[in-house]
């Protein structure tokens, strides 16, 4: 008699690279904000291909600490907000969260105050309209559109960051010299440059990053059945921090790089024609059309567009989060609205006051000078407390960092404490 033949085990099959891309390619898509097309702009208008080198030595740092906070959520089941509440004093809780909720909505305004500029660049009409109709827009998305599907949105928008891939092919840039800048920075002591670098390291390490990412893996644990955090379930750790990794080391390099053609772009185009002060990305955007063509300007613009719609949801939803958390109330976008009242309110209310400070006579500009400075003030302490926080055992139980992390992660915060000494110094001169 012959035995049946044995039965085929199927194995599980590898997750695709869409499925794992989520929180970190969405976190380092918006941290391309129009305030940071703004800052970049900026940086290669005034020094042309100069300060290139400081996207290449900011991608390790930004991708250790983004993967710190990513483990926070993912490993302890709660944000950074939530974890602080736990382990640490409720004064220095309520200040940072302070700090970051007075950024964020400065940032979420002057954003919301470029997105308008821009349209009304491409096709004319009232501004300020359009700024209430990005702001109730995006609040209304963030608010009522479930979770999966929100997430599904704005995975899509990244793709509006190409848009400052298609520019740096329609102008003339000498690709020899981009190399050189690249691998042989040349230094300056200068206090423009110094005040440049600390303006780049500010735009690609800011807090609200930190709080959206950890939050967002605590989103993604809840919407899947099967997953626990780490700490009560190990043996979904390798597949987990696996994903983690991938999905944060992509997000932060699409950011690194399109911040990298965007300086190329205004070096190549601005800079080389004597137009070296820039101030807002619309700015940038219209002095592109008159050197590169109506093709380069209109895809610029359209960019800025694009990625204030990434980001908008993702400066007020961070501020939810930290409050949410920084107070015990129940918080995600997975929730429906009535079940998380204040988490949906601190986002409405964050959009709200960033809309009505385009009707006001405050200036965008010196408002954005602030909230950078506020972003670059908070993420020293913050970071220092991210890392004292994931080396304790009572908290990550076994996933305390491992050394390469830890060494990356302490260094990034050591050069963000230096820019703030960096900033302190150069403004007193």
């Known amino acids: 008699m012959q035995s049946a033949a044995p039965a085929l085990v199927k194995q599980p099959e590898r997750p695709k690279l869409l499925q794992i891309m989520g929180p970190g390619l969405i976190t380092g ?28 030595f900011s991608y390790p740092l930004m991708c250790a600490i983004q993967e710190i906070s990513a483990r926070i959520g993912r490993v302890t089941g709660a944000g950074i907000a939530g974890n602080l509440r736990k ?22 305004g002057a954003d919301l105050g470029a997105m308008g500029a821009s349209l009304k660049l491409l096709i004319g009409g009232p501004q300020l309209l359009y700024v209430a109709f990005f702001a109730l827009a995006s609040a209304l998305l963030e608010i009522f559109v479930r979770y999966s599907r929100y997430v599904s949105v704005l995975k899509w928008l990244t793709l509006s960051l190409f848009a400052y891939v298609a520019t740096v092919f329609v102008v003339d840039v000498h ?8 691998i042989v920075p040349s230094l300056s002591f200068k206090t423009d440059y110094i005040v440049a670098i600390v303006a780049v390291l500010g735009t690609t390490i800011s807090p609200y990053l930190f709080f959206w990412q950890a939050g967002e893996e605590v989103e993604d644990e809840q919407e899947r059945p099967e997953a626990e955090p780490l700490k009560q379930a190990p043996q979904q750790a390798p597949a987990e921090l696996s994903r983690i990794r991938i999905d944060t080391y992509i997000g932060m390099a699409l950011s690194n790089l399109i911040a990298l053609f965007i300086v190329i772009t205004t070096a190549a ?5 004597g137009i070296t002060d820039i101030q807002t990305s619309s700015q940038a955007a219209e002095a592109l059309r008159p050197i590169a063509g109506e093709f380069a300007f209109a895809v610029f613009a359209a960019g800025i567009i694009g990625t204030g719609l990434l980001t908008l949801p993702v400066l007020a939803g961070s501020a939810a989060y930290a409050l949410g958390e920084a107070r015990g109330w129940p918080v995600g976008l997975a929730r429906k609205a009535h079940q998380a009242k204040a988490f949906y309110g601190t986002i409405a209310a964050a959009t709200v006051i960033g809309t009505i400070m385009n009707f006001t006579p405050i200036d965008p500009i010196k408002a954005l000078f602030w909230s950078a400075v506020v972003n670059g003030v ?16 009572d908290i990550m139980g076994g996933f305390t960092l491992p050394r390469p992390l830890q060494a990356m992660g302490w260094l990034a915060t050591i050069v963000m404490g230096m820019t703030i000494v960096g900033m302190v110094v150069t403004s007193l001169q």
């Open 269 to 273: 185009t601005l800079n080389a024609h």
């Open 29 to 56: 898509a918006s941290d391309d904000d129009p305030s940071g097309i703004a800052t970049y702009s900026q940086v290669g208008a005034q020094f042309g291909y100069g300060l290139a080198w400081t996207l290449l």
């Open 175 to 182: 690709w020899a010299d981009v190399g050189r800048a690249l």
């Open 87 to 108: 382990h640490y004093p409720a004064w220095l809780l309520n200040t940072l969260v302070g700090l970051l909720i007075l950024a964020n909505t400065i940032n979420l």
């Open 378 to 393: 908070t993420a020293a302490p913050i970071m220092a407390m991210m890392m004292v926080l994931t080396m304790r055992r």
